[in-house]
Each structure stands twice: as C-alpha cells, then as structure tokens.
T-cell receptor, first 116, second 112 residues
C-alpha cells in the first residue's frame, strides 16, 4: 500500500521550454501533496504544499509563477516548470499524505530534470 | 525554531557490525518524528513514525527509539543491502505544521 508514482522519471528539455511532472497516489487518496527538489548530496528542500481543490502554498524563495502546481483531484498533482533554465536542473520529488489519516508522507520515485 | 541534526554524516560498517544513527532535535511541540531510507536517485522510503518519548518500533534489522531530545536508528547485523542514506524528519506545532523539518541524513555503507 501507499504507492506514489511520478512521470516522467527523467526529462531533458531546452532552455525556455516548459515541463510538466505528474504525481499520482495509486492506492490511496491524498488531500495534501508536497513537492520537493533535491540537489546532489543534499537533503530535501520543500518547494510547496498542495491541497486538493485549492491554491498551493509556496515556501519562501520559490517563485510561484515559475513552478505552477495544480492539485485537481485526490490522486493527482502536477508541477509545471515554466520557461526552464539550466539552474532549474534538479531532482524533483513529490510526496502525498493519506486522506484517512496518519502523518507519514509517502514519496514518489522522483523526476530528474536536465535543462540544456 | 524547530531543528533536526543527524550524526554521523557518513558511516561505514562491515557486514554484521551493529551500530546506531543519531537524530537530535529541538521542537516546540512534537507531532511526529519520522525515519526514511533513500537510495541514490530514488525518492525516500518510509520506515517509522514515533510520537512520544519511550516509544520504539522495529522492522527487520532496524529499530527506532525516541527520547525527548533525540531519536536513534539502531541497525543490527547490517547487510550490504542496508547501504543507503537514512533521513530523519519531524513535524512540530509551530507554523505550517503539515510540513516536515528534515535532517541532512546519514550515508551508510555496509561492506560485505
């Protein structure tokens, strides 16, 4: 149980283009999903918290117009990196909390984004 | 300010050599302390949640314990497949209490 998927697992795009990453909870409903990015040999950095049907809450320093988050259903959240630049290259990971309860976050496998 | 500090930063063990990883924390009100395992290039895998001092949880070769100031992840007779980065995180009462405060992790290598 508590499986979270992400798609794509890796993507290469050209500078100036936009990239969409999907995060799905496969066997549970998630009212809250989280988006992180992780640089090599560093810990997780929370970018935003997304609640189904409402606007995401972004962490300080994260540009909401650049990292668009949509949480349209209890099993799907998307992160769109708009007008990507090489400095946006990173490992993006989503997580989800079970609707029924429990405080644990269950993580997807991550998406490696490379902007050339 | 809620804070999590993990030690050591890196640990190398021989197969079968038991040891412990430390997670020290400061928090205004603890709502949960979490242990995760992360393999390179993958998302973290949930291991344990601890809520109150004195609580212990076990899973195979791993046992997590909690006091009012720190948590330990004990690894008994580790195997090479236990090699990974182990992350500690907590939820506190302050601020956005849906988010987790993360430590930097302990990178564990178990040699055969």
């Amino acid at each position: 149980g508590a499986v979270v998927s992400q798609h794509p697992s890796w993507v290469i795009c050209k500078s100036g283009t936009s990239v969409k990453i999907e995060c799905r909870s496969l066997d549970f409903q998630a009212t809250t999903m989280f988006w992180y990015r992780q640089f090599p040999k560093q810990s997780l950095m929370l970018m935003a918290t997304s609640n189904e049907g409402s606007k995401a809450t972004y962490e300080q320093g994260v540009e909401k117009d650049k990292f668009l988050i949509n949480h349209a259903s209890l099993t799907l959240s998307t992160l769109t990196v708009t007008s990507a630049h090489p400095e946006d290259s990173s490992f993006y990971i989503c997580s989800a909390r079970d609707w029924i309860g429990g405080d644990e976050q269950y993580f997807g496998p991550g998406t490696r984004l490379t902007v050339t | 300010e809620d804070q999590v500090t993990q030690s050591p930063e890196a640990l190398r063990l021989q197969e079968g050599e038991s040891s412990s990883l430390n997670c020290s924390y400061t928090v205004s009100g603890l709502r949960g302390l979490f242990w995760y395992r992360q393999d390179p290039g993958k998302g973290p895998e949930f291991l344990f949640t601890l809520y109150s001092a004195g609580e212990e949880k076990e899973k195979e070769r791993l046992k997590a314990t909690l006091t009012k100031k720190e948590s330990f992840l004990h690894i008994t007779a580790p195997k090479p497949e236990d090699s990974a980065t182990y992350l500690c995180a907590l939820r506190g009462d302050a601020g956005n209490n849906r988010k987790l405060i993360w430590g930097l992790g302990t990178s564990l290598a178990v040699n055969p």
